[in-house]
């Protein structure tokens, strides 16, 4: 009984298994579709546009790729606020970013776009023993420098 009522049970199962139709009628080749769309939805993507734009700019220069370097990830604030404060002091020039991610406060510095001068930097910092752990050049979004310089010496 249990046989019959499997064999009867895949039977069936194998006519289904044929659903799909090959056979493509002409009313579906020539067919159009109709999209309807908010207007505020275009609005919606310019202000992201812009918003995006925005975000890329920086003291009158975009990001583009270039290298920084890593120079300390540390838990103790009064650490990386001292060396901080050296880096700013011997390399006036230069930038410093300070980041935390849970549980370690970052320091990265510079914004190259060549890794020649990011690797000269790296040298600067360790003849200077303000780090005494390892500097790592790293790529990164940093800002183009050579815009802000077009920027500053136009009329």
Do not use: H, W
């Amino acid at each position: 009984m249990k046989n019959l009522f499997l064999s009867i049970a895949f039977l069936f199962g194998c006519t289904l298994s044929y659903a799909q139709n090959t056979v493509v009628s002409d009313s579906t080749k020539n067919s159009n579709v109709i999209i309807n769309k908010d207007p505020r939805l275009d609005v919606l993507a310019k202000k992201e546009s812009e918003f995006n734009d925005a975000n890329m700019v920086l003291s009158g220069g975009k990001y583009v790729r270039g290298y920084r370097l890593i120079l300390l990830s540390t838990s103790d604030r009064a650490l990386a606020l001292k060396i901080r404060s050296k880096l700013l002091q011997n390399f006036p020039d230069q930038k410093v970013y300070m980041s935390f991610q849970p549980p370690y406060i970052k320091l990265k510095f510079g914004d190259f776009l060549d890794k020649d001068e990011a690797d000269k930097y790296k040298t600067d910092i360790s003849n200077a023993e303000i780090i005494s752990g390892n500097i790592y050049i790293v790529p990164d979004l940093v800002e183009n420098k050579q815009d802000k310089t077009k920027q500053t010496t136009s009329p």
